[in-house]
């Protein structure tokens, strides 16, 4: 397998973007990610245009007053080597872990036995990026945005992975891999942010090799802050002491990825799929059965044949709604060899039993 109003097609008009091009040279350019100073005095960073969502939102409207565009025209900072816009955007970077309303938000309104999610759907997935022998690269792994600088996966995507293959970077607001940009019959997604890896941390009591796969977690710092898009969005954590005890058991959730569906095939499209919460120790004894015997920190959901977590989706999110906002509950572990077989629910690391030790290891 593995509500806002109608999206607007983020296409900044031709006449502004000349206009920055024309004015770019003035004053010091600064690099991407660079500290700056808006044109109102509000401490901000250095970012692609496309990505100031302040910004972009004066351009959509189309009928900006003279004194918004002088506003544009003076946030100017900087331009890749490329010759893609960066300006001074306020407030774009939250090193914390955050709280509603700042994470959760599934812009959309509306996997192994999946279905196809929309463009803005799940905006905190995120795909990890391997270099493998012979120079080829491929995604293999998901993980989840938890802020500005870190993404969430299982530690089994980064020690129980081939030898020769490394993870060297975190890509963030795609929805269909055959296409850089994607586009519906009614808007068009912005491209892909393809981000290196400035560190990445595993749980110290984890075993590669153990087959119950305890402490399966892992935080990736990223390179570079990201911003913020309709495409491009943090989880919430379960952060609070009623959060981390509540009991989930016969409720549902969504796992999200581009992992193996039931043809056997990796999709190039985000799949989603519901799947409920079962019950801990009945889960406990089907595995049991297999030798493997499983802790309070993790999590069962799943067991209908044909929906199910699959290859490729590992370290990706199992999350669910609470009071309008979205949720981590579970990272993709592990489950039955054959994805999706009945009575057989998937493995999650219970993200409420880790909070502490993810917020122990998310450095500013």
């Not at 080829?136 to 945005?145: A, D, E, K, R, Y």
């Not at 390179?223 to 509540?246: E, F, G």
């Not at 999110?317 to 009071?323: A, N, Q, S, V």
Request: neutral net charge; contains cysteine.
């Amino acid at each position: 397998m593995l509500q806002m109003e109608a999206m607007r097609q983020r296409v900044l008009p031709t006449s502004i973007i000349v206009i920055i091009l024309a004015f770019i040279s003035l004053g010091q350019a600064l690099n991407e990610d660079d500290p700056c100073v808006d044109p109102n005095g509000e401490a901000g960073h250095c970012i692609y245009l496309r990505e100031c969502d302040p910004l972009v939102k004066i351009l959509q409207k189309g009928n900006y007053s003279p004194q918004e565009r002088n506003f544009i025209v003076q946030s100017r900072c900087g331009m890749t080597a490329d010759r893609k816009n960066l300006v001074c955007c306020k407030g774009t970077v939250d090193e914390g872990l955050p709280e509603p309303p700042k994470c959760g938000v599934d812009f959309s309104n509306r996997i192994h036995g999946g279905q196809q999610t929309e463009m803005d759907e799940f905006p905190w997935t995120a795909l990890i990026q391997y270099r493998k022998p012979n120079g080829l690269t491929g995604f293999h792994c998901g993980g989840s945005l938890i802020n500005s600088r870190y993404v969430i996966t299982a530690a089994h995507c980064i020690q129980a992975i081939p030898r020769n293959w490394n993870a060297i970077g975190v890509r963030l607001g795609e929805w269909d891999l055959s296409s850089d940009r994607d586009c519906d019959s009614e808007t068009c997604t912005d491209e892909p942010v393809d981000v290196g890896i400035e560190r990445i941390v595993v749980h110290e009591d984890y075993v590669p090799e153990s087959k119950t796969q305890y402490n399966d977690i892992a935080l990736i710092r990223l390179a570079r802050d990201v911003h913020m898009s309709m495409y491009i969005a943090p989880i919430c954590l379960p952060l609070k002491d009623t959060q981390r005890l509540r009991d989930h058991v016969g409720s549902n959730g969504f796992a999200a990825g581009w992992g193996n569906t039931e043809n056997g095939t990796a999709s190039s499209v985000k799949l989603k799929v519901q799947l409920e919460v079962k019950n801990f120790r009945d889960c406990a004894g089907i595995y049991a059965r297999a030798g493997i015997i499983l802790r309070e920190t993790q999590l069962c959901a799943g067991g209908v044949k044909g929906k199910d977590t699959c290859s490729g989706d590992s370290g990706g999110p199992f999350t669910k709604l609470d009071r309008a906002h979205n949720y981590l509950v579970g990272l993709v572990s592990f489950g039955p060899s054959k994805c999706g077989t009945a009575g057989v629910p998937g493995i999650y690391t219970n993200v409420a039993k880790y909070v502490d030790w993810i917020a122990k290891n998310v450095k500013p």
